[in-house]
């Protein structure tokens, strides 16, 4: 992540940090419930787009927002933070939770976005037999094995003694953040939201590693079924975090 520049930007009184590098037509990033694995994937999309990841309001490097508390919050905060940055048209990516804040942006202003891209998201029902895992429940020591398909793909990232106090802080505030936003993993969905998809008409790309534990590969048919114009791709040998897995997922969204 060493090119990749950082602001700060005051979004209605709270910081909010934004990474950006590359040039060219602009790709949004927004990442899950989780930031420890970094973006450094999102440096092969750099060489053809100006990518730009924001950290969610409680994540990473971004001040937390106690006043949000639902997913509709961070649609109107990403609002005004593309105002800010001037983006009037852009592809947007979103992964995980930030695939349900993505495709709840996109719903409601869809003129904004050229393309979408899902990549293993949370935010519809899905069918019982499918049940998105609540991963707030899930002891910090299960992760690792949870979330992808080769569990050092995160240990790698975590610290090899006793962690930081800094780093402790950091992932104390993420989860605490993320347990508000999702109901303490009760809220992984939006009931609504598969009655307004029809209007996701831009092109669309679902995308899934195929030994994802967290959101079940097999979510992705009922994705497509409700999705006007979507594509899927699914990649071998990658879980919930494809993008850090596979280089070809990643690829295939720059080409995409």
């Given at each position: 992540?060493?090119?990749?520049?950082?602001?700060k930007l005051k979004?209605?009184?709270t910081?909010t940090?934004?990474?950006?590098a590359?040039?060219g037509?602009?790709l949004?990033y927004?990442h899950?419930?989780?930031?420890?694995t970094?973006?450094?994937?999102a440096e092969r999309?750099?060489?053809?787009?100006r990518v730009?990841?924001?950290?969610?309001?409680g994540f990473g490097?971004s001040?937390?927002d106690?006043a949000?508390d639902?997913?509709h919050?961070y649609v109107?905060h990403?609002?005004?933070l593309?105002d800010?940055?001037?983006?009037?048209?852009?592809?947007?990516?979103?992964?995980?939770?930030?695939?349900?804040?993505?495709?709840?942006?996109?719903?409601?202003?869809?003129?904004?976005?050229?393309?979408?891209v899902?990549?293993?998201p949370?935010?519809?029902?899905?069918?019982?037999g499918q049940?998105?895992?609540?991963?707030?429940?899930?002891?910090?020591?299960?992760l690792?094995?949870l979330?992808?398909?080769d569990?050092?793909?995160?240990v790698?990232h975590?610290?090899?003694g006793?962690?930081?106090?800094?780093?402790?802080?950091e992932?104390v505030?993420?989860?605490?953040t993320?347990?508000?936003v999702?109901g303490e993993?009760k809220?992984?969905?939006?009931?609504?939201l598969?009655?307004?998809?029809?209007r996701?008409?831009?092109p669309?790309?679902?995308v899934?590693g195929k030994?994802?534990?967290l959101?079940?590969?097999a979510?992705?048919?009922?994705?497509?079924k409700a999705?006007?114009?979507?594509?899927?791709r699914?990649?071998d040998k990658a879980g919930?975090?494809?993008?850090?897995?596979s280089?070809a997922a990643?690829d295939?969204?720059a080409?995409?």
């Amino acid at each position: 992540m060493t090119h990749f520049t950082r602001r700060k930007l005051k979004i209605n009184g709270t910081d909010t940090v934004v990474l950006e590098a590359g040039s060219g037509p602009p790709l949004v990033y927004l990442h899950g419930a989780g930031t420890v694995t970094g973006f450094d994937f999102a440096e092969r999309w750099s060489r053809t787009f100006r990518v730009i990841i924001p950290y969610h309001l409680g994540f990473g490097a971004s001040a937390d927002d106690p006043a949000i508390d639902d997913i509709h919050d961070y649609v109107l905060h990403y609002l005004e933070l593309f105002d800010t940055l001037e983006l009037r048209q852009f592809r947007l990516v979103g992964q995980s939770m930030g695939g349900f804040i993505a495709t709840k942006f996109a719903v409601e202003h869809g003129s904004r976005i050229e393309k979408l891209v899902l990549v293993c998201p949370i935010g519809i029902p899905v069918p019982p037999g499918q049940p998105t895992v609540n991963f707030l429940a899930v002891p910090p020591e299960e992760l690792p094995a949870l979330l992808a398909y080769d569990p050092q793909t995160v240990v790698k990232h975590l610290p090899a003694g006793a962690p930081p106090p800094e780093f402790i802080a950091e992932r104390v505030k993420e989860a605490t953040t993320a347990g508000r936003v999702l109901g303490e993993g009760k809220r992984t969905f939006d009931a609504k939201l598969p009655r307004y998809l029809h209007r996701l008409t831009m092109p669309t790309l679902l995308v899934w590693g195929k030994q994802d534990k967290l959101t079940p590969t097999a979510q992705h048919e009922t994705w497509a079924k409700a999705l006007p114009n979507a594509k899927v791709r699914l990649f071998d040998k990658a879980g919930h975090l494809v993008l850090d897995e596979s280089a070809a997922a990643v690829d295939a969204i720059a080409a995409f």
